[in-house]
């Protein structure tokens, strides 16, 4: 054979031997200039202890979903329905916990099992909403399109009906631990949680190395594996050392003595750490991302997106995938609904308005391409971390609501051109 | 000797049309059998019967001397027989070994997909189709056509194929990749694998096969080894549907 190739141990220096993705450092480059941008306009404002803690716990809701809109998109379909599934979800979820569990099942008010028969409730109905959703692209092959416009109705208005319009809450005092700051680590816990993560992240980054040299793969330098691995240890440090440096205002504080009958001592002060919603999306985060690369589900929705003839020839049920892709998307939209709303610690009837768009907004910034086959888990999470900042910081700047949403508007529609142009420029991928 | 693979006597119809006649076709170990004829000849209606994707009306297949029963493709593929499809059936996205191993992915013991082992035996196989072949971690619409074609051929090969079917697979190639599989069937055949090919191009097809015939209207005209027909003969059985005098 004469194929003339590029050979394959071009020596990589400097910069280059860290293999990191343009594409990903391109994102954490535009996140960090909007967040520095934003700090200087709101004179420090912005990038306070306080204000990352917000910006994490808003973001948590959008970026579950955006997760799971990764894989829909990379099937070549498309969920309009993710909003309204959220409020449906939320609203059957805050009327088991309020009215059905305490009154028709008899558990009373305050019952210890009360919310978790809700979130698994819960859980199961979006899985089984999606499923059916999924059903109604994959074997009756009506467009996803379609499916989840009338489902954007239907959804929405099945959440309006059950509770009648109503606000409900106040919500089960444990299912409102998920929504962020009624239910945190506390200092300590964050810290132990932030070691072991990075405990866990060297040890990943250990083995995949070895794995690599036991199959004689060329691999990075050992210094740039360990360049990887002290940014990674940083990262995660930093991030919990910041949310450690939030501190519970002190008269909170005095309030959670005072109701446990003690009284406060002098000079005591404790710190919020890692809220459980965010565990909660580390948690999805880490189990999407070993689904997409790591299963053969994972692999089949690629290779559908890329090619659903070559799937369905290499003998892959791409109908029963797009049933399996929407049910998960199903499912984590009800624990964006089990999150959202014990953020707002009600049921609200607006809940979720217009997050179809966020959620697909978040995970086309993150890269996914809607033509299908290309997403990744993290890009997504960024993408709804970077539109959340962008919201919350011209909220804090005090930009014309109308001018909001242009700027978010138009950043999106600039996003996806540069990462059109970025492609182009590197061939494929 | 026993044929390697041998169709006896395939008739299949079509809401009357007798897309195929009581053709009969076989090929032997390390040779290349070439089927000719217009569109709509019925070559690969025939062919598609053995990749088990038509069932025959009536007609025998025999693999190695015994009689086998083909109703699916899972059927074909359990008597090694592999199809390389004329579309490429390959997902761009994804990396070589990824496309290699779709549908049978390797596994290691939690059930997760083994990417470092699908890569070391994609990089043998690789290794002993295309020596040149080097992008291994790219997705494969980075690669060439003919780069692409012999990931489709390593599919077939790695789950030991013996008799390949190759769908007009020069079809979408340049001339220097067209070399290229030229070369692959060449290495196939030198180890011992049956190969079916199916053509619009009558000169390729004289230099790459050891045998070739010709179909018309669902009939077969007749087959013929390629060292005893010129060109023009095979043109005049495709086009009149007649057997070349001397061979008559």
Known sequence: ?429 | MTPLCEMRDISISFGGVRAVDGVSIQVNPGEVVGLLGHNGAGKSTLIKILSGAYNADSGEIFVEGQKATITSPRDARRYNIETIYQTLALADNLDAASNLFLGRELTNWMGFVDDDRMEAETRKIMARLNPNFRKIKEPVSALSGGQRQSVAIARAVYFNAKILIMDEPTAALGVHETQMVAELIQELKKQGLGIFLISHDTREMLELCDRVSVMKNGRMIGTERVEDVTEDDILSMIIMGKKPEKAA
């Open chain 1, 1 to 429: 054979m004469t194929d003339v190739s590029a050979p394959q141990t071009k020596k990589r220096t400097g910069f280059q031997a860290l293999e990191i993705d343009t594409r990903l450092l391109g994102m954490i480059g535009a996140f960090l200039v909007i967040c520095i941008a934003f700090n200087v306009l709101t004179e420090g404002r912005f990038l306070t202890p306080r204000n990352i803690f917000n910006l994490t716990i808003q973001t948590v809701s959008v970026a579950i979903m955006a997760t799971g809109m990764v894989f829909v998109i990379v099937t070549r379909h498309i969920d309009l329905a993710v909003g309204a599934l959220l409020a449906t979800c939320s609203a059957f979820m805050a009327m088991l916990q309020t009215r059905y569990l305490p009154d028709l099942f008899g558990l009373g008010l305050g019952h210890p099992l009360t919310p978790w028969i809700t979130i698994a409730a819960g859980l199961a109905l979006g899985t089984l909403i999606g499923a059916f959703q999924g059903w109604l692209v994959g074997y009756l092959t009506i467009p996803a399109f379609i499916v989840t416009l009338g489902g954007l109705l239907v959804w929405r208005n099945v959440a309006w009906y059950q509770t009648s319009g109503q606000t409900i809450g106040p919500l089960d005092p444990t299912f409102m631990k998920f929504g962020g700051i009624n239910g945190t680590l506390g200092e300590t816990w964050s810290w132990i949680f932030g070691i072991l993560a990075v405990v866990w992240a060297i040890y990943a980054l250990w083995s995949a190395r070895r794995a690599k040299i036991a199959h004689d793969f060329p691999v990075k330098p050992a210094w740039a594996e360990a360049t990887i691995g002290a940014i990674i240890a940083a990262g995660i440090l930093g991030f919990i050392a910041v949310l450690n440096a939030y501190e519970i205002p002190s008269r909170r504080l005095e309030r959670l003595f005072e109701a446990r009958g003690e009284v406060m001592p002098e000079g005591f002060t404790a710190s919020y750490g890692l809220p459980i919603s965010v565990l909660l999306l580390i948690g999805v985060a880490i189990v999407m991302t070993l689904v997409a690369q790591r299963t053969r589900l994972g692999r089949y929705i690629f290779a559908t997106g890329g090619n659903p003839d070559a799937a369905e020839l290499s003998g892959v049920n791409t109908r029963l995938l797009t049933v399996k892709v929407f049910a998960i998307m199903g499912a984590l939209c009800a624990l964006s609904a089990v999150v959202a709303s014990a953020r707002l610690t009600n049921h609200s009837n607006d809940i979720g308005t217009l997050d179809e768009l966020r959620v697909i907004a978040a995970a086309v910034i993150g890269g996914t391409a809607l033509a299908g086959g290309i997403g990744t888990i993290y890009g997504a999470i960024l993408g709804a971390l970077i539109m959340q900042s962008l919201q919350s910081g011209m909220a804090m700047v005090g930009v014309d609501a109308p001018l909001q949403n242009i700027v978010v508007g138009t950043v999106l529609v600039a996003a996806v051109l540069i990462d059109t142009i970025y492609r182009k420029k590197t061939g494929g991928r």
